[in-house]
């Protein structure tokens, strides 16, 4: 039988709820002014929003993984595949919403395709899901296979940057796919590596491959030229291995080191306030998304956003209070449409079910023998 834990990792809900929060910050230096936006402050402040999109999609593969070796394990696989296709939908279903907004597509709808960050996650997941579930019930070649993919994955990125059409729509980072699949599908598959070690072996097995890949990423941090001179010319701050592996490596530090004050903690510790307001932005990353976009960019009634009253025009003082009072509005939103999404959910399986279940009248009627 294969290994499994049962164990809880919410440092992977912390590493969301965190994403979640820089990524606010990330797009709330639209309200700075220009000035300031070319300062040497906001360029280190970009450095570590880089790391924003590698945690997501980590921990999208992580989840996955996980929730995959455990349900193998358990004997329901069959009844949790359905549930993260369901999941992936919705990702796509607000990654066509938030295109929607931004782009005419009654009159262009081939916008809906546009790569973003949620089409990128929703491919990635889409990609990783059969692999997962084939390998399920043994994750030691889950876990290496997701490994060697997602290597795969980084090395053969700069060649997407020579890629010719219809390729290049989708694998070169362009205003049409700000995320193309590649190298934003390896950190999937690394995170599917971390996934599938946490749900076989815990915490301790997942601090293990932390360590290993935080090792694996200062190897490749500390190759960039040679790592840049393997290719030709190529976008090196997009998709050179060398700055792929500085980006995992960040992401698996601050997940290694949410996991040791994971460990630190009672396990029927009474959640602080801190930890409560982390947990709900990481168990509703979707939701945070979409509403501080359109806090921050969407005007009601064509007279009010965050961009349209205070764009351009803040200071570092004017903005980190304009940044608290979108998070605080973002926070009191997920809070707010939480029991709707549930109450929705709950009525589509209600609706699954009831048309799952034939009327009798529908059914065949047996013949006694």
């Known amino acids: 039988a294969a290994p499994v834990s049962r164990e809880r990792v919410r440092a992977i809900d912390w590493l969301r709820g965190l994403s979640v929060l820089v990524m606010i910050q990330t797009h709330s230096l639209v309200l700075l002014t220009p000035e300031l936006r070319k300062s040497e402050w906001t360029g280190r402040l970009l450095k ?29 696989l069959n009844e949790r595949v359905p549930r993260n296709l369901r999941r ?46 084939l390998l399920a019930s043994r994750p030691r070649v889950l876990a290496g296979t997701a490994f060697v993919l997602a290597m795969v994955a980084f090395a053969l990125a700069p060649f997407s940057d020579s890629a010719g059409e219809p390729w290049a729509s989708f694998l070169r980072k362009s205003s049409w796919a700000p995320f193309p699949m590649v190298p934003w599908v390896g950190f999937a598959w690394l995170g599917a590596f971390a996934g599938c070690v946490a749900g076989a072996w815990g915490r301790k097995g997942l601090a293990k491959a932390l360590g290993f890949l935080i090792a694996l990423g200062l190897l490749g941090t500390l190759m960039p030229r040679v790592l840049s001179e393997l290719y030709p010319p190529h976008r090196f701050f997009v998709t050179n291995p060398s700055n792929s592996a500085t980006r995992f490596m960040w992401v698996c530090a601050v997940l290694w080191v949410m996991l040791w004050v994971e460990g630190r903690m009672a396990p029927d510790a009474k959640p602080s306030r801190a930890r409560r307001f982390l947990e709900v932005f990481g168990t509703s990353s979707l939701s945070a998304y979409f509403f501080h976009e359109m806090l921050l960019y969407y005007r009601v009634f064509g007279v009010f956003s965050f961009q349209k009253v205070w764009g351009d025009s803040s200071g570092w003082l004017k903005y980190a209070g304009l940044l608290a009072l979108l998070i605080a509005c973002t926070f009191v939103l997920c809070l707010a449409w939480d029991p709707v999404e ?3 959910k709950k009525a589509f399986t209600r609706a699954g079910q009831w048309l799952l279940s034939a009327p009798r009248w529908l059914r065949p009627v047996r013949r006694r023998g």
């Open 48 to 76: 570590v929003d880089g790391l924003v999109a590698p945690a997501f999609i980590f921990s999208a593969g992580f989840a996955l993984a996980l929730l995959m070796v455990r349900s193998a394990a358990a004997g329901v």
């Open 342 to 344: 549930r109450a929705v």
């Open 88 to 133: 992936i939908a919705e990702v796509f279903a607000v990654a066509a919403l938030v295109n929607a907004v931004w782009f005419p597509i009654r009159t262009e709808p081939v916008w809906l395709l546009r790569l973003d960050i949620l089409h990128c996650v929703g491919l990635c997941l889409l990609i990783t899901l059969p692999m997962a579930a």
